[in-house]
């Protein structure tokens, strides 16, 4: 087995953990980053394996909108901070992946006012995607119409040399891989010729692709990715729950078999761009879901506070993402104690998962099927192994998790009410 094979991450979006300024002006060196690292101990005990973390980078806002990659974000800290947290991560055998922002960048970068200086035969003219032709002159084009996003020229060599440049960077100072945020909008042809070069000198390094809709397995396959999110479980399994329709969940995971034959989906149940599972489904329901997420096939990350029923709705406005990105205490001794029952849960499913490592490529089977009842088999790939999961959702408890000699390994805890 690789190491990813283990991998379960906790999923931490800095600037908000850490409660970095987003909108204001003020990005003078403020040394926050730190505070995750008083939280490396939480993370190994919670059981996760990783750090799968939010931007870090010199941006202009939320981290998405990057000044310099090569740059810690000043709101953050500065290298020796990033230092003291590989080294923190290492010393506990936690691993790191950062988010990689190369659709995009902000559109204060220094490069695009640099190409837009130059004129269409400068050095930079090729590394953003510019229409030099425009009636009121030179546009960079941007990203799903955000203007303050300008669009890498992903049919460049100039951009595919730079990305490669940012990776081999970090890579360099630590880290174990790439989450790649929006790849679904880049052309696969350009992960195919960036990431070789990157796994020549990294071979052992992860990288994950967030893909929303589309063919999963082809976008790994044409890209050259590990992994992509797995956001069509996702939605299936929230729903499923809400809509006591288990009907829907069945067919997704019949659906990520399929995937599973090529390659182990980032499977989720909360991320910094969807409203808290908590917020949707209660405290009873979000177990349930982490329950789902920590008996089937994928490599799973779980959202920071996710595991301490953190609440918030993500809402479409300028900013939407404030309630699911909050700050958190500057240690775990001071969170509020109301979490302790979730959290509890949360490490019985991980420890269970972790003593069951094949789960990482299981496939499921129904084996009973209706509107509020669900159970299922989830076999390995390599061996006879398996568990029957059990879901009564007009019952207590709501699930139930035997191994193949019929022992009960967890029985679900009622812990407060489903959302309405």
């Known amino acids: 087995m690789d190491w990813t094979d283990h991998a379960i991450w906790w999923h931490v979006y800095p600037l908000g953990f850490c409660g970095a300024p987003i909108r204001d002006a003020d990005h003078a060196l403020t040394h926050r980053l730190p505070q995750l690292t008083h939280w490396l101990d939480y993370a190994v005990q919670l059981g996760v394996s990783g750090l799968l973390m939010g931007p870090i980078f010199d941006s202009q806002t939320h981290g998405y909108d990057t000044l310099d990659p090569f740059r810690i974000d000043p709101r953050l800290g500065d290298d020796a901070d990033f230092d003291a947290l590989v080294a923190g991560c290492k010393q506990r055998g936690l691993r790191i992946v950062l988010d990689g922002v190369f659709s995009h960048v902000g559109s204060g970068h220094p490069l695009v006012r640099q190409a837009l200086q130059e004129g269409p035969t400068g050095p930079r003219a090729e590394l953003f995607d510019i229409d030099w032709n425009a009636p009121d002159g030179p546009a960079p084009r941007v990203f799903e119409g955000h203007g303050d996003l300008v669009r890498f020229n992903h049919s460049s060599p100039q951009a595919e040399r730079y990305v490669t440049d940012v990776m081999e960077h970090w890579l360099g100072r630590g880290i174990d891989g790439w989450r790649l945020d929006a790849a679904y909008s880049v052309p696969t042809r350009f992960w195919s010729q960036v990431l070789p070069p990157v796994r020549s000198q990294h071979p052992e390094a992860w990288f994950l692709g967030e893909v929303i809709h589309g063919d999963y397995a082809d976008f790994v396959d044409s890209s050259g990715v590990d992994s992509v999110t797995q956001y069509e479980l996702w939605k299936a399994i929230w729903s499923s729950l809400k809509d006591a ?128 009842q669900f159970a299922y088999r989830v ?40 959302a309405n």
């Open 245 to 372: 329709n288990l009907f829907e969940l069945a067919w997704s995971l019949k659906r990520h078999n399929g995937f599973l034959d090529d390659f182990a989906p980032n499977t989720f149940i909360g991320n910094h761009d969807v409203t808290r599972i908590a917020s949707t489904l209660g405290p009873d329901g979000a177990v349930t879901a982490a329950a789902i997420l920590m008996t089937i096939g994928g490599i799973p990350s779980i959202y920071y506070g996710d595991e301490q029923g953190f609440t918030g709705i993500k809402e479409e406005r300028f900013g939407g993402d404030d309630d699911v990105r909050p700050a958190v205490p500057e240690d775990p001794s001071q969170l509020s104690t109301l979490g302790a029952g979730i959290h509890r849960a949360y490490q019985e499913l991980i420890g269970l998962r972790r003593r069951h490592p094949w789960l990482v490529t299981a496939t499921t089977e129904t084996l009973e099927l209706k509107n509020a």
């Open 379 to 418: 076999s390995a790939s390599d061996s006879d192994d398996f568990l029957e999961v059990g879901i009564d959702l007009e019952s207590t408890p709501k699930m139930v998790i035997k191994d193949a000699s019929g022992e009960v390994l967890w029985t679900q805890p009622s812990l407060g009410q489903d």
